[in-house]
Nanobody
């Protein structure tokens, strides 16, 4: 129903920036809320950011607030995560996810569709 593909990950030094992209395909994407999650080595997957269908409701994890920005372009079926002032603790595989709701959510179990992930590595 919905397919998601992340891109934009890579290696960056602390203090640098990256922009992750999530390309979505499939019908009814524009009515889906979207989220970003990440999983570091040896740790459980954690919430990063979420955005409602219309883009008016946004919520961030405390660890990234003020540094990361989530946005979407429904006309292009794209979701973005702008990451500034990156820290080594941001190193993880980043996943985008889609939820069959207009409303955003911080709970990963409410997201039915997931991408394969893109690696972000921040060196010091």
């Amino acid at each position: 129903q919905v397919q998601l593909v992340e891109s934009g990950g890579g290696l960056v030094q602390a203090g640098g920036s990256l922009r992750l992209s999530c390309a979505a395909s499939g019908r009814t994407f524009s009515s889906y809320a979207m989220g970003w999650f990440r999983q570091a080595p040896g740790k459980e997957r954690e919430f990063v950011a979420t955005i409602s269908w219309g883009g008016g409701s946004i919520y961030y994890a405390d660890s990234v607030k003020g540094r990361f920005t989530i946005s979407r372009d429904n006309a292009k079926n794209m979701v973005y995560l702008q990451m500034n002032n990156l820290k080594p603790e941001d190193t993880a595989v980043y996943y985008c996810a889609a939820r069959r709701s207009l409303i955003h959510s911080v709970y990963e179990h409410e997201y039915a569709y997931w991408g394969q992930g893109t690696q972000v590595t921040v060196s010091s």
